[in-house]
């Protein structure tokens, strides 16, 4: 019996939405807040950026037409054209091709990271914020373009007993961090439980990331400390007690496109 391959497409992407919706549903309501929250969906999908990488109009357009890359018609044309999901996106396409992967399969690949039944609400959103403010996660591109997004501890254990089918492996904190210079990715900041609140997971946001013009620390009436590079706090014990156990009054974060948003306790 011939095997129909748009049958098995459409039964594999049915796979991943049904996924998807596992994942969601088992995410605590802070998270879901987080995720639609107005300030990081401007920090995710308002904000624009150039690629960081030396592509020549001609190819950046040909992903644009191939559906690789998506591009807002109102930006099309624009220098800073990418939101910031699709910068990292691009980032890692940028990396697949070097290994020869076929546009044919990143647009697959892309259509599992971007494609979804919940709204505002995405794989490879999910997978980014993950690894930004809890566990970094790396993307496995299978066969035919087909991803998977899994924790990177959990896959160094599971492909160390071969259970894994080949495939190329990226690990996402690198590509982040080419979106973020002023990054503290690799900073513990010994906030516990940061999914439990909608307003710790956006503090940890800005700090891993660096993604401000400067944070105003509340630490107590009258006392105010300013923070411009989180790669600095690691010295700075007296302020990392304040942030690790919760213990300032406010925080007032000023983003570089003059945003502001406020973190209170």
């Known amino acids: 019996m011939e095997l129909n391959?748009?049958?098995?497409k459409e039964y594999n992407d049915k796979l991943n939405q049904e996924s998807l919706k596992e994942i969601y549903n088992e995410l605590p309501e802070s998270f879901i807040q987080f995720t639609?929250?107005?300030?990081?969906n401007h920090c995710l999908h308002q904000v624009k950026v150039g690629t960081k990488?030396?592509?020549?109009?001609?190819?950046?357009?040909?992903?644009?037409?191939?559906?690789?890359?998506?591009v807002k018609d109102e930006d099309k044309g624009k220098i800073r054209r990418f939101d910031r999901l699709e910068s990292i996106w691009l980032n890692i396409?940028?990396?697949?091709?070097?290994?020869?992967l076929p546009l044919e399969s990143l647009k697959q690949t892309r259509k599992d990271l971007t494609q979804s039944p919940i709204?505002?609400?995405?794989?490879?959103?999910?997978?980014?914020?993950?690894?930004?403010?809890?566990?970094?996660?790396?993307l496995m591109i299978l066969e035919d373009g087909y991803a998977k997004v899994i924790s990177h501890d959990t896959h160094w254990k599971r492909a160390s007993r071969a259970l894994?089918?080949?495939?190329?492996?990226?690990?996402?904190?690198?590509?982040i961090s080419l979106e973020y210079p002023q990054?503290?990715?690799?900073?513990?900041?010994?906030?516990?439980?940061?999914?439990?609140?909608?307003?710790?997971?956006?503090?940890?946001y800005f700090l891993k990331?660096?993604?401000?013009?400067?944070?105003?620390?509340?630490?107590?009436?009258?006392?105010?400390?300013?923070?411009?590079?989180?790669?600095?706090?690691?010295?700075?014990?007296?302020?990392?007690?304040?942030?690790?156990?919760?213990?300032?009054?406010?925080?007032?974060i000023i983003l570089n496109d003059g945003t502001k948003t406020t973190i209170t306790l």
């Open 5 to 8: 391959y748009e049958k098995l």
């Open 53 to 70: 990488n030396e592509q020549s109009a001609r190819v950046l357009n040909s992903w644009i037409n191939s559906d690789v890359i998506f």
């Open 164 to 175: 894994y089918p080949t495939h190329i492996l990226f690990n996402l904190t690198e590509f």
């Open 119 to 138: 709204k505002n609400f995405s794989l490879l959103k999910f997978s980014i914020i993950n690894t930004i403010i809890r566990e970094p996660q790396v």
């Open 209 to 252: 990331t660096g993604d401000f013009k400067s944070i105003q620390l509340h630490v107590k009436t009258g006392d105010v400390r300013l923070i411009e590079d989180p790669r600095t706090l690691v010295e700075n014990k007296e302020i990392m007690k304040y942030i690790s156990s919760w213990g300032f009054v406010k925080a007032e």
């Open 183 to 204: 990054n503290a990715l690799s900073v513990d900041f010994k906030i516990s439980n940061p999914y439990e609140s909608n307003e710790k997971m956006t503090f940890l």
């Open 36 to 40: 639609n929250s107005e300030i990081i």
């Open 93 to 100: 396409v940028v990396e697949a091709r070097k290994f020869g």
